[in-house]
C-alpha cells in the first residue's frame, strides 16, 4: 500500500473507487500495465475544456486522472465516473503544484505516459513538468517558442518564414522608435498573449500615447509590437504526428477578429470552407508545415492564424500549440462529419490520427450584445431560425438577464452546415444582419 504527501489535496480527491484524503493517505490502486496512464491538467471546469477531459476519459486503453484547483464534486456525475482520480491542487497553473501531483498520481499508478493540458496559458508550466519528471511530449523550450510571441516571430523570420516585422519593447522610447520605423498602424500585444485578447492597433501619436500610458512597457513586462498586416485574415488548424503534418483545416474569419476586438458594434462569423484545398490557400500550405517544424511541433494539434495580402501572398500572425478556441473543434467536427474531442485525444493519447474528408462547409456566427448591462430582448432570431430551418445544426441562444462575455464571442452563437459554401456564407450574413442582442 503506497503512502503519498497530501498537502496538495484539498479536502477528498475521488480516485478510482477509493479516496485520497487528508485523514488516510492509503491509496489501494494496483498498477495496470497494459494501460496507459494520463493526467489530464484542467486548472478550472471551462465548459469546453471538460469537453477535452470527457473525450480523453473515453479513450480506449487509458485511465484519466484529472489535476484542477476546482473541486472534484463540481464535474458532471457522469463525466466523475468515467475518471480514474481527480486531485486537486492549490494552483493549476503552478509547475511546482504540479510535479508534485504528477509525481504522486505516478507513484500510485505505477507512471504516467501522458500528461495533457489544452489551455494555452498551460502549455510552458505542462512543459516544465514534462521536463522535470522525464515525461513524453512538448517540453517548456519548445512551449516557449509558441507562448513567447517575439521568440515565434524571431525563429520564424529565421528560418525565411513570412511574418510582419515586430520588436519587443521594453520602454516608451522603444516602443516609439519601433513606429518611427514601421510606421502606423501598428499591433501591440502582450508578450505572452492568445489569439486576439489584449491586443489593440494604434493610428495615431495619440493612440500610442494611451496605450503607453495604461500598460507602459518595462523590463520586466515587455510589450509586443508588430506592424499591421493589410489583408484577409484566416486561421490553420493542424494536427501533427512525429514532427510532420498530418492534416489541415482552413477558416475565413468575417471580419478581422482584430476589428471585432475595436468595434463593439460588430458581430463575428468565421467560415469552414468545403474547398479546404482550393489553390487559394496553396501560400499558407506551402508555410504552416515547415512553421510549425521551425517552432518544434511533434505531435498536437496547433492553430495558426495568418493573413492574405492583396498581393496574394501570406503572412503569419501567430501560433499556438493547443486546440482552437472559439467554437472552433465544434466547427471543424461538423463540416467534417465527425468528433474532433475524440480524434484529439486519440492523437494525445495513442498518437494516431485517421483524416476524414471535408463534405460540408460549416460557419459560426456569434452573437454579440450591444449597449451595456445585461441582456435585455433578442431580436429577428426567430424569423432567422425558422428561415434556415435544418442548416441549423448548434446553437447557444442568449438568455434575457444574462451577463454579458465581455469577449468578441458574445453570448451566443449560431452554427449553420451546408455542402455549399456560399450557402453557409448567405446564412451568417442573414444571422448577423438580423438578429440583435440588446443589453441594458
Not at 480527491?13 to 488516510?24: C, D
Not at 514534462?130 to 517575439?150: I, P, T
Not at 521594453?170 to 513606429?179: H, I, K, L, P
Not at 499591421?228 to 468575417?254: K, P, R
Request: neutral net charge; proline residues 6%; contains cysteine.
Amino acid at each position: 500500500m503506497a503512502k503519498i504527501a497530501t498537502r496538495w489535496v484539498a479536502a477528498t480527491a475521488h480516485v478510482g473507487s477509493r479516496y485520497l484524503s487528508r485523514s488516510s493517505t492509503d491509496v489501494l490502486i494496483e498498477p495496470l500495465d497494459f494501460m496507459k496512464t494520463v493526467v489530464f491538467v484542467a486548472p478550472y471546469f471551462a465548459e469546453t475544456t471538460l469537453r477535452f477531459v470527457s473525450a480523453v476519459s473515453r479513450v480506449e486503453g487509458a485511465r484519466t486522472t484529472l489535476v484542477s484547483q476546482d473541486a472534484p464534486e463540481k464535474l458532471p456525475p457522469e463525466l466523475r465516473g468515467r475518471l480514474h482520480g481527480a486531485v486537486r491542487v492549490s494552483d493549476g497553473l503552478d509547475p511546482d503544484a504540479l510535479s508534485e501531483a504528477v509525481t504522486a498520481i505516478g507513484r500510485v499508478s505505477g507512471g504516467v505516459d501522458r500528461l495533457l493540458g489544452t489551455l494555452e496559458e498551460l502549455q510552458v508550466p505542462l512543459g516544465h513538468v514534462r521536463d522535470r519528471l522525464g515525461l513524453q511530449g512538448m517540453g517548456a523550450e519548445v512551449a516557449e517558442n509558441f507562448r513567447d510571441k517575439a521568440r515565434m516571430k524571431r525563429i520564424l523570420r529565421d528560418a525565411g518564414l513570412p511574418c510582419a516585422r515586430h520588436a519587443l519593447v521594453r520602454s516608451s522610447d522603444e516602443a516609439s522608435s519601433f513606429v518611427r520605423a514601421v510606421g502606423y498602424p501598428v499591433i501591440v500585444k502582450p508578450q505572452a498573449g492568445s489569439g486576439s485578447r489584449g491586443t489593440h492597433r494604434l493610428s495615431t501619436d495619440e493612440d500610442l500615447e494611451g496605450c503607453l500610458r495604461s500598460m507602459p512597457p518595462t523590463p520586466g513586462r515587455p510589450l509586443m509590437m508588430e506592424e499591421f498586416v493589410v489583408g484577409h485574415e484566416h486561421s490553420f488548424d493542424s494536427i501533427s504526428l512525429g514532427g510532420e503534418m498530418a492534416w489541415h483545416s482552413i477558416n475565413d474569419y468575417l471580419p478581422a477578429a482584430l476589428d471585432v476586438v475595436r468595434e463593439p458594434w460588430i458581430q463575428w462569423a468565421v467560415v469552414l470552407p468545403r474547398e479546404v484545398d482550393d489553390p487559394r490557400y496553396d501560400g499558407i500550405k506551402s508555410v504552416a508545415a515547415d512553421a510549425l517544424r521551425a517552432l518544434g511541433m511533434d505531435t498536437g494539434m496547433s492553430h495558426m492564424e495568418w493573413f492574405r495580402r492583396p498581393d496574394g501572398s501570406v503572412a503569419i500572425s501567430e501560433v499556438g500549440a493547443r486546440p482552437p478556441g472559439a467554437r472552433f473543434v465544434h466547427l471543424i467536427s461538423w463540416a467534417h462529419d465527425f468528433d474532433l474531442f475524440r480524434a484529439w485525444a486519440d492523437v494525445m493519447v495513442h498518437h494516431r490520427f485517421e483524416p476524414r474528408p471535408r463534405p460540408y462547409a460549416a460557419g459560426a456566427a456569434y452573437l454579440r450584445g450591444q449597449g451595456k448591462g445585461r441582456v435585455a430582448r433578442v431580436t429577428g432570431l426567430e424569423e432567422v431560425l425558422a428561415e434556415l430551418g435544418s442548416i441549423v445544426v448548434e446553437r447557444r441562444l442568449p438568455e434575457v438577464g444574462q451577463a454579458p462575455s465581455g469577449t468578441y464571442e458574445g453570448e451566443g452563437y449560431v452554427i449553420v452546415r451546408h455542402p455549399e459554401t456560399e450557402v453557409v456564407r448567405r446564412a451568417l450574413g442573414r444571422i448577423v444582419s438580423t438578429v440583435r442582442v440588446e443589453l441594458e
